[in-house]
């Protein structure tokens, strides 16, 4: 989440007057993250988050939106959109694509405890099968033609060794052909920022703009490479376990996954290697922009390409 476009209390109180929401109480500009602009709202009738898209567009939105919807229905924490008076999940606001959602109880961790982990590794299985009943597709857009169009424009700004290193895992992960695990919708970021929790609890997954249809087990692995990694990049097995045997406890991991599982880490860790060192190197103006350290996920993946047998079941 982040804040680029200005959005005033005139602005909203316009824009909400096409719901039924009740009257503005206060507008709040949320810092965290990169991609969309973020507004915490409160109104007569609760308290909301406003998103103002910056990338995704309107022909692209409502796979996002209606997936929240579906996954709300089905019991999944996630924030459920509000449908305006001609019934729609997405407006138009200071000429942006926008949509106002529920806010969630529940705050991020930074340092999880081995029953966050378990809970979110439980949470993260019931929204894969959720996602199962849902009738719209969406290819990953951090795929292969992305990770070689990121990679040519980050590498000259990378020392010799890391840049040859990018190449090397582009090049390995070119090819990779997931169509044999099982398939489904993903969150895509399930990272601890993206995660309320709410004691030991998850009171809901959130920032679902990257969901897309893939392999289960990739999502599985983004999830690890944040929750139980420690700063030097190795993984910490107590809250690994945790976290896999609590998804395997709601849907069980097939034997293809076990194989697939070292190199999906690795691709992991690269997605987001790559992304890191694109939002550093090639920020976009705003007003308020938190950039994360890619050396985090550099680390991440040196030491998974390092390890033969990393933490499973």
């Not at 292969?144 to 590498?155: D, M, T």
């Amino acid at each position: 989440m982040a804040v680029f476009t200005r959005v005033t209390d005139a602005d909203i109180k316009a824009w909400l007057s096409d719901y039924s929401l009740g009257t503005l109480q206060a507008l709040q500009g949320i810092p965290a993250g990169i991609e969309n602009t973020n507004y915490f709202v409160t109104t007569g009738n609760g308290r909301f988050v406003l998103t103002l898209f910056e990338k995704l567009t309107a022909d692209e939105l409502p796979f996002y939106l209606n997936l929240m919807a579906h996954l709300a229905r089905h019991g999944i924490p996630c924030p459920a959109p509000v449908a305006n008076s001609k019934n729609q999940f997405l407006g138009e606001l200071n000429g942006k694509p926008a949509c106002i959602v529920s806010r969630l109880n529940g705050k991020s961790v930074t340092q999880p405890t081995i029953a966050n982990c378990a809970a979110v590794g439980a949470i993260l299985g019931q929204l894969h099968l959720a996602g199962q009943s849902f009738g719209e597709r969406m290819d990953n857009p951090r795929g292969p033609v992305w990770r070689a169009l990121a990679a040519a424009q980050v590498a000259p700004f990378l020392p010799a060794d890391a840049a040859a290193l990018l190449a090397d895992e582009v090049a390995l992960h070119a090819h990779t052909d997931l169509g044999a695990l099982p398939q489904g919708v993903i969150h895509a970021d399930l990272f601890r920022d993206n995660v309320l929790m709410d004691g030991e609890r998850v009171g809901g997954l959130i920032d679902f703009y990257f969901a897309c249809s893939d392999a289960l087990l990739y999502d599985v692995a983004v999830t690890v490479n944040d929750w139980c990694m420690s700063m030097t990049g190795a993984p910490d097995a107590t809250r690994s376990h945790a976290l896999l045997r609590a998804y395997h406890a709601v849907r069980p991991f097939t034997g293809a996954e076990a194989v697939a599982w070292p190199l999906l880490l690795r691709l992991a860790a690269l997605r987001f290697w790559l992304s890191r060192l694109y939002d550093l190197h090639l920020p976009r103006d705003g007003e308020i922009v938190h950039a994360h350290d890619p050396a985090q996920f550099e680390r991440i993946l040196r030491h998974h390409i390092a390890t033969s047998k990393p933490v499973w079941l």
